[in-house]
């Protein structure tokens, strides 16, 4: 159960960006598996975050979305360095809750938090980002709502990834298929589907 010593001990985006500089710099990732190939997914990773931070525009219905929610939400979300999915989309999650004051992101190291994590796995997996919507409610046992979940990817990055599973596409090629669909996609998708979620906060 979600409580709010998670959220107490979650960071912002800025100190999680800067988490990730910081380790990077002596070399490292977030998570115990400090492998050469997980630093360098974490390097890429952070190159992508940063160059996403430079380029991403809301679209317009998208931002009408959200100027119209005046509840008060956390976006609570699991996710490491080493993650290209993450990497992808937590920050179109920054610029959303940039965009709408109502919204705080707050985000936890899965690895540090698998008590959360493993209440929300997919098809079995740990599989990261994975984004809980929580308004806070004096009534429920743990003082939060949940209202809704969405991760790891969206829904045609995931269509994909089952493709490439079913197929035993070797890991390196996978994740080079995986971000050329981000590329292409440009975040489109993931604003679309943030969109419809949008819409069921009031």
């Not at 998570?31 to 630093?39: A, K, L, M, V």
């Not at 992808?88 to 940039?98: G, K, S, Y």
Request: proline share 3%; net charge neutral.
């Amino acid at each position: 159960m979600i409580t709010q010593e998670h959220i107490d001990r979650s960071m912002t985006y800025a100190a999680y960006s800067k988490l990730l500089k910081d380790l990077m710099a002596q070399g490292k990732t977030t998570g115990g598996n400090q492998s050469e190939d997980y630093i360098n997914y974490a390097k890429l990773n952070l190159q992508r975050m940063f160059r996403l931070d430079k380029t991403i525009e809301l679209t317009e219905a998208l931002k009408a979305a959200l100027s119209k929610i005046r509840s008060n939400y956390t976006w609570l979300v699991l996710t490491e360095g080493w993650c290209g999915d993450a990497a992808q989309n937590i920050p179109v999650m920054h610029f959303i809750t940039e965009a709408c004051p109502a919204i705080e992101l707050k985000l936890l190291l899965r690895d540090e938090n698998l008590d959360v994590m493993d209440q929300y796995l997919t098809e079995g997996g740990r599989s990261i980002p994975k984004l809980i919507c929580l308004e806070k409610d004096a009534t429920a046992p743990n003082g939060f709502k949940e209202i809704f979940v969405w991760g790891p990817r969206p829904a045609g990055a995931q269509d994909l990834m089952h493709e490439l599973k079913a197929k035993n596409t070797p890991l390196m090629e996978k994740a080079t298929i995986i971000q050329k669909w981000y590329n292409a996609d440009k975040t489109l998708s993931t604003q679309a589907e943030f969109l419809e979620l949008v819409q069921k906060m009031k």
